[in-house]
């Protein structure tokens, strides 16, 4: 399995606190990505960072926010959680070359719940 | 806008049965494919892709996947399943060389039953 750590694995919070989520990886790949996954939804893309500092903007990024201040960390914040929140939150990696390129390799994922 | 559609929503086999699951996609440029399998409690895992070439991809665990660009379909086949496929599978799709547009359809669950 690719190097790919997320902490917490589980967490349950209030609506209205902040919340972060942290994807670490020692592949040294130059892109990461957040995605939520919920039943009937498949996976969505939430952000991605194609480098250091450089974030865009995925299918459901509204209420989250993003940041990469070092190649193997991608942080996920909810600035103020709400109930439809609740998903299971996987990071993923990819390289910029290689065989492997193109190809993403997902964390364990994170399960958050909001009351 | 660019969708992925996974036709089957849960199907439920046999040991030894054949399966089949469905996939189509919008987009009409250059695709890049891919077959995802997620077992129960865990993370995404890589079963195949495609990019270029022979349209028949072999992958891992005897799944094996057809990319057909005149229907726009990227279909995933067993010839006989194992109670141990039971998970959910992922059609996804990346436009061309363009990293971070991997589009997912929504997941087939397979149940196989002993």
């Known amino acids: 399995d690719a190097g790919i750590t997320q902490s917490p694995r589980h967490k349950v919070t209030e609506t209205g606190t902040p919340v972060t989520l942290r994807c670490h990886q020692t592949e040294n790949h130059r892109y990461m990505y957040w995605y939520r996954q919920d039943p009937g939804h498949g996976l969505r893309l939430i952000h991605y960072?194609?480098?250091?500092?450089?974030?865009d903007k995925g299918e459901v990024s509204d209420g989250y926010s993003v940041s990469r201040s070092k190649t193997e960390d991608f942080l996920l914040t909810l600035e103020s959680a709400t109930s439809s929140q609740t998903s299971v939150y996987f990071c993923a990696i990819s390289s910029s070359g290689g065989s492997s390129y193109n190809e993403q390799f997902f964390g364990p994922g994170t399960r958050l719940t909001v009351l | 806008a660019q969708s992925v559609s996974q036709h089957n929503h849960h199907v439920i086999l046999s040991e030894a049965a054949s399966l089949e699951l469905g996939c189509n996609y919008s987009y009409g440029g250059t695709v890049n494919l891919f077959w995802y399998v997620q077992y129960p409690g865990q993370h995404l895992q890589l079963l195949l892709k495609y990019f270029s070439g022979d349209p028949l991809v072999k992958g891992i665990k005897g799944f094996e996947a057809e990319f057909i660009k005149s229907k726009f379909s990227f279909n995933l086949r067993k010839p006989s399943v194992q109670w141990s496929d039971t998970a959910e599978y992922f059609c996804a799709v990346n436009k061309g060389r363009s990293q971070g547009n991997l589009i997912f359809g929504k997941g087939t669950k397979l149940s196989v039953k002993p």
């Open positions: 960072s194609y480098g250091v500092k450089d974030t």
